[in-house]
């Protein structure tokens, strides 16, 4: 039987409700401060200041945060390991990192005082998509140098609900666990919850009957579209959780219950919308690049740091009543895209086309080659058992499909090969979308 979540307010979501005047109070004291603390111990962050003539004291209202330089991921690598810290090392309770596809790993670093933050963040993350004290909260995020097991983890008990911190993989395992221990939550990626999802029915277990009933899903870009497969196929209501180790980890911003974006938790991360090439802000609404600022940062305050990740802020009033603005899904970062015979292309949207096909199963990966000079893409897709035992027809017809879905919503002709269940490799932490055999 799933349990109803209850509808009263969590006290810890206080912050989330407060006017909009007060919480700028709030932001721009914090502004004030984390500014004077980087010019004072960053080096790199002085330097800039200095070359726009520019001092902590020229900052006096929010507005004046569009003088302040950004941060830029090179310059995590740049300075790797410990270049932008601007605690010492005995004031650094945690380190975690960030490996990357290519070169160094970016290190990020906590005061105890930033741990609270984030654990503030993180509790009210699971508060705000309806979780609380009794509640059981699987947390298969991976632990170790990855933030999404011990940001979850921390948050979790401080909420008061009872963790069981078993980290990713080892899928027979958490199916066994989630169905003995009672678990009413899972934190994990979307992908790999669609393995757990695929897997359950082999040990016997229908996850309709089990207690769970919400997923804290995120660190991977996911659509619309693989919500509603997911809840689906699961009963359960997955919520959409947003963040990155260089800002915190998870927890920068969560979906309420209405589902419709996750909320900044703007008291602590301040959120600006530029255009990617301009460098210009965006109005609310308005797409571009997310650049966020730490109000409270103590160890590594990062300054307006350009996050390549694209959305738009929504400052429409939200159903729950919650003041903090909302990001639009993210479904897509700037270096994601690849560019195929001159049309830009984002995975999301091959994502968005393809579960809109009848008979396509949420596993897919796109293998990118070039052949005589010619770039080509070729889709792989898994496809019900039902699909591939239907005459050779149906299969063409779902085939067809599938290339008129991709072509219309991007404009691109692509090769779409349908593949049996289970044959695209799973991860049990961000899922590989995009294989690019071009430079191999
Ligand atoms: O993925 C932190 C995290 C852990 C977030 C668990 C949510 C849950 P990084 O490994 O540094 O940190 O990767 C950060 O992942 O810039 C986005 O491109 C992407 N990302 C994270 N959450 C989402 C999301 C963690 N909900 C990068 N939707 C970010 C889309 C996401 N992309």
């Given amino acids: 039987m799933k349990k109803s979540p209850p509808a009263t307010f969590h006290p810890v979501s206080t912050p989330d409700f407060l006017p909009r005047e007060r ?64 605690s010492p090392m005995k004031d650094i309770v945690r380190l975690h990192a960030s490996t990357g596809t290519t070169g160094k790993p970016i290190v990020v670093a906590y005061t105890r005082e930033d741990i609270g933050v984030w654990e503030n963040v993180m509790m009210r993350s699971f508060a705000a998509c309806g979780l609380h004290a009794g509640d059981v909260i699987q947390n298969a995020y991976g632990y170790g140098l990855f933030t999404g097991g011990l940001g979850a983890h921390y948050g979790a008990e401080a909420l008061g609900a009872t963790v069981i911190p078993i ?25 790999y919850f669609l393995h757990l999802v695929e897997q359950a029915p082999e040990l016997g277990i229908r996850l309709k009957d089990l207690p769970l009933r919400a997923g804290v899903f995120g660190a991977e870009p996911w659509t619309e579209s693989m919500r509603r ?21 998870p927890g920068v911003a969560m979906e309420c219950r209405c589902q419709s974006g996750p909320h900044i938790f703007e008291d602590w991360f301040y959120p600006e919308i530029i255009n990617s090439e301009t460098g210009k802000l965006c109005a609310d609404g308005e797409e571009g690049e997310l650049v966020l600022t730490t109000l409270g940062k103590q160890a590594m305050p990062m300054i307006r740091y350009r996050t390549r990740d694209i959305t738009a802020l929504a400052s429409e009033p939200c159903e729950c009543g919650r003041t903090l603005r909302r990001i639009k899904r993210i479904g897509r970062r700037s270096d994601d895209m690849f560019i195929i015979r001159g049309v830009n292309v984002y995975p999301s949207q ?16 796109i293998i990118l080659t070039r052949d005589q000079g010619l770039d080509e893409v070729e889709v792989q897709v898994e496809v019900t058992r039902d699909v591939f035992g239907d005459t050779i027809g149906a299969v063409d017809q779902v085939r067809h499909n599938l290339c008129k879905s991709i072509e219309s919503l991007t404009g691109l002709r692509v090769n779409v090969r349908l593949v049996q269940p289970q044959t695209i490799p799973r991860s049990e932490g961000k899922a590989k979308r995009v294989v690019d055999q071009r430079k191999m």
């Fill in 23 to 86: 919480l700028e109070e709030l932001q721009l004291q914090r502004l004030k401060a984390i500014v004077r603390r980087a010019y004072d111990h960053v080096e790199l962050f002085r330097k800039r200041m200095n070359e726009r003539d520019l001092e902590p004291g020229d900052i006096r209202s929010l507005a004046d945060v569009a003088k302040l330089p950004f941060t830029v991921k090179t310059d995590l690598r740049d300075t790797y390991p410990f270049g932008l810290f601007a």
């Fill in 167 to 191: 980290s990713g993989g080892n899928t027979q395992r958490q199916l066994m666990v989630m169905k003995d221990f009672g678990a009413t939550a899972i934190c994990c990626t979307p992908s």
């Fill in 229 to 249: 497969r997911i809840e689906a196929e699961s009963g359960i209501k997955a919520y959409d959780i947003y963040g990155l180790s260089e800002i915190i980890g």
């Fill in 350 to 365: 091959i994502e968005t086309a393809l579960l809109k096909v009848e008979g396509t199963l949420p596993h897919y990966q």
